[in-house]
């Protein structure tokens, strides 16, 4: 473990000149560029960080610490923005930071690590949760472990805690300067940990590295600090990628999860998005592809699995009522998911919805729609693959890119499907396992059909709805052009419920059939189709 306060990485011991001092307490954004680009990030940090340390009481409104991480960024943005973008750093935002500092402090643990802190935004705002009193006896303690591989990030994290807390304890801070998936890097006993860990594919296994299966199957950094932060901690707050939840090769991550028990609350990205875009040119400022994220705590005690939220769909509008621990854990599913070889991934399902869900799947008797499929059938269904907020069958290919073709040669069968498509049970299943970009056709052909409950009457309603549908499916024709014609059907809302009120019935399910509106709703706190 290095220590940088017994290291050369020490960033107390630069020496700057009496002029520079002057030009600090003067200091603007159009300096602090000019430094970047004539003396390096480094250099520029080493300087910033003694002068801040030598002067914490006199110091210019740029170099305030809630300042120091944002002018980091924009260092990085004017020095080297693509080696940034492969490192896979994503600085959490501060009420993101405020509810994973808040579930922190209520789990178990002694020793509080930051793992990939960067520029401290995580550990700063824990301690500032638990307050300072609190915080300044965790730093003398030594009870502090902070762990990146980014020497200049961490330089400056230990100066906003100085600029925070004394100065005169930031020695006691164990810093480590690290690969984190080396193996001679351990957490503390006892410890508990908050993350925010990049976000990047792993291009080469190291052989310094611990043989992991999570690290093999994924080839994600994520996942793999994920795996080695669960193993080795007493307590996990962390903010990631969604796609472990139910990714095919993320399985061997879940099962790690299985041993342990905590929960999960999965954010999509549209309309609104958890990590406020991207900011200084380290990205290209296109915010619609963001990461859609995951908060998961993990702690360890003597029960096992995890409960779900379903994916939040929220408004920027309703983020500060949102982003609230209260607020969130109302989402959570009380269901607690363990996965195995017969249950491999973990779901999403809205509370108010699991029975749904539950009648749904056991009365499909382990049908799926792959059973029905015909690969030379003469009755043809065209899905596309991107459904934002509804999924739709056409009986025909569609004039645009990315779609999914299904054939069947029972026309009952196609009638059923049609019809299962466009209503929202599709749809929601995508959104239970999935909810990314595109709809994948392997999961579509995994949702489960319950054919074998319709009855004669069910038979006409379908044909007649079927019909009725596809006579009228050119009048509800939308077109995008934004990357070539791209065409869908948007069709009445009203066709929609008619089929969740028959499958209800077929169910044998006695709700109001709007409730599914909580699948298609593009607000979290109110539903609003």
């Known amino acids: 473990m290095l220590n940088i306060a017994n290291e050369q990485l020490n960033i107390f011991d630069v020496i700057t000149s009496e002029n520079y001092n002057s030009k600090l307490q003067y200091y603007t954004l159009d300096i602090y ?14 300087n910033i960080c003694q002068f801040i340390k030598n002067n914490p009481d006199n110091l210019p409104e740029i170099l305030s610490v809630g300042n120091l991480g944002e002018l980091y960024e924009i260092g990085l943005s004017t020095d080297d923005k693509i080696s940034k973008k492969n490192s896979g750093q994503y600085y959490t935002p501060e009420d993101v930071a405020r509810v994973m500092s808040e579930w922190l402090s209520q789990t178990e ?6 793992v990939g802190c960067g520029t401290g935004n995580l550990i700063l705002s824990y301690l500032d949760f638990i307050g300072i009193e609190k915080a300044k006896d965790l730093i003398s303690n030594g009870n502090i472990y902070l762990y990146d591989n980014d020497k200049t990030a961490l330089n400056i994290c230990k100066t906003a805690i100085g ?21 001679s890097v351990t957490l503390p006993q006892n410890s508990k940990v908050i993350s925010n860990p990049p976000y990047a594919k792993i291009k080469q296994i190291s052989d310094k590295w611990e043989s992991s299966s999570v690290i093999k199957d994924t080839m994600e950094y994520y996942a793999s600090f994920m795996a080695k932060i669960f193993k080795q901690c007493k307590s996990a707050v962390t903010i990631s990628p969604f796609s472990f939840i139910s990714g095919g090769k993320f399985y061997s991550l879940r099962q790690i999860m299985s041993e342990y028990c905590g929960f999960v609350v999965s954010f999509d990205n549209v309309p609104g998005n958890i990590f406020n875009g991207r900011k200084h040119g380290i990205f290209n400022s296109n915010t619609s592809n963001s990461v859609r994220a995951a908060i998961t705590v993990l702690q360890k005690n003597n ?4 409960q779900f939220s379903p994916l939040i769909r929220f408004k920027q509008t309703e983020r500060k009522n949102l982003l609230t621990c209260s607020a969130l854990e109302n989402f959570i599913n009380p269901t607690f998911q363990i996965v195995d070889k017969n249950n491999s991934m973990f779901f999403k399902c809205h509370k108010e919805l699991n029975e749904i869900f539950e009648k749904w799947k056991n009365l499909s008797n382990g049908k799926i729609l792959s059973d029905y499929i015909k690969s030379d059938g003469k ?21 645009r890119s990315g779609q999914i073709t299904l054939n069947f040669e029972d ?32 999961l579509l052909l995994c949702m489960p059909v319950f054919f074998d409950l319709l009855t004669e009457e069910d038979y006409i309603f379908f044909d007649n709805i079927t019909n009725e549908m596809i ?59």
């Open 33 to 46: 560029i000019n430094d970047i680009k004539s003396k390096g990030l480094d250099e520029t940090w080493n």
């Open 379 to 399: 009755y043809v269904i065209s899905m596309p693959n991107t459904c934002r907020y509804y999924t739709t069958a056409s009986d025909k290919k569609m004039n």
């Open 411 to 442: 026309k009952k069968i196609f009638n059923f499907i049609y019809c299962l498509i466009n209503s929202s049970f599709a749809y929601w299943h995508w959104r239970i396992y999935d909810g990314g970009i595109t709809y994948p056709k392997n």
């Open 163 to 183: 600029m925070k807390y004394g100065f005169d304890i930031v020695s006691k801070l164990n810093i480590v300067l690290c690969d984190f998936l080396d193996k």
């Open 303 to 306: 029960n096992k699995g995890f």
């Open 471 to 529: 006579l009228n499916a050119e009048k509800f024709i939308i077109k995008k052009n934004n990357v070539g014609t791209q065409e869908n059907i948007k069709f009445p809302r009203q066709y929609r419920d008619k089929i969740n009120k028959r499958i209800f019935k077929i169910l044998n399910i006695n709700e109001d059939e709007k409730i599914l509106d909580l699948v298609h709703s593009n607000m979290a706190l109110e539903v609003n189709v």
């Open 109 to 114: 643990g002694d020793n509080i690590c930051d």
